[in-house]
């Protein structure tokens, strides 16, 4: 048997299965790919919103770090939420020490719901010791607003911002998603010289729950797939599309993505499961 491709994942937990560590570990499995986990806060949340959540001491997720770095290495790490400025730091130093080449940052600080998961000086934090390690950070609109400082109404707009966090702040790529843009739900991919347009037509659904997460963690597998980074985002736009347009129907809020969608869709992609 080859030997398997690993993705490691950084982020809190959700109890209803659909965001964060569970989703993740939910996508990695479906693109074939061996998921780990490092859990940074315990997240009480379901489809209707965060009620709570509980940091885990610096410490003990550090331990995790090393559990994971010092017997399986993985092929490539994601980060969602990395709710205090000392977890990111200490993430940002984990990554230094273990040499990580593919590392996909999911800023994540505000749910779907709508409810804010990290506070201003965490948002600082990610700019200076996350953002130059890189190799692609994939906000929506109102992360690229809080991470650019700017404004976000028109197609320019997007584009500006993805300079801003590649030019200015250090990222190897930016894809800035469009899903709370209107018209098309197109995200556009920066890396540093050309922009590379992914588009998918917008599905009237609020089953959309954990959608940020999945779309990094595809992205993530691909790269540790050895994927290009343009034919990771494209499976990933492909992969969201297909969980967005074939929901679940579960939940009574806003209810999660599904993670077999793929499975049932007829959208195009190169995603090998």
Request: aromatic share 6%; hydrophobic share 40%.
């Amino acid at each position: 048997m080859t030997e398997i491709a690993k993705a490691l994942t950084v982020a809190g937990t959700d109890p209803s299965g659909g965001a964060g560590i569970h989703a993740d570990l939910k996508t990695f499995q479906e693109i074939g790919v061996y998921g780990m986990s490092v859990i940074t806060s315990v997240v009480s949340q379901n489809t209707l919103g965060v009620k709570s959540f509980v940091d885990l001491e610096l410490d003990f997720v550090e331990s995790q770090f090393d559990a994971v770095f010092e017997d399986i290495a993985p092929d490539a790490v994601k980060s969602g939420m990395l709710s205090t400025p000392e977890v990111m730091a200490s993430t940002a130093k984990k990554l230094k020490e273990a040499n990580v080449a593919k590392y996909v940052l999911d800023p994540v600080m505000i749910a779907s719901s709508g409810h804010a998961l990290i506070s201003e000086t965490a948002r600082e934090t990610i700019s200076k010791e996350l953002l130059p390690l890189a190799t692609v950070v994939t906000p929506n609109l109102p992360e690229a607003e809080a991470l650019t400082n700017r404004t976000i109404k028109t197609i320019d707009d997007m584009k500006e911002a993805g300079r801003i966090l590649v030019e200015g702040y250090g990222a190897k790529a930016a894809l800035i998603k469009g899903g709370h843009y209107e018209g098309e739900a197109d995200d556009y991919l920066y890396d540093g010289q050309t922009f590379e347009k992914f588009s998918a037509e917008r599905f009237d659904t609020k089953h959309t729950h954990g959608s940020g997460c999945t779309y990094a963690a595809v992205i993530t597998a691909g790269l540790a797939n050895g994927k290009p980074l343009y034919e990771a985002v494209k499976d990933g736009k492909a992969y969201i599309t297909a969980a967005i347009s074939n929901p679940l129907n579960i939940g009574k809020g806003q209810g999660p993505t599904n993670h077999w969608g793929h499975r049932w869709s007829d959208v195009q992609s190169t995603i090998k499961v």
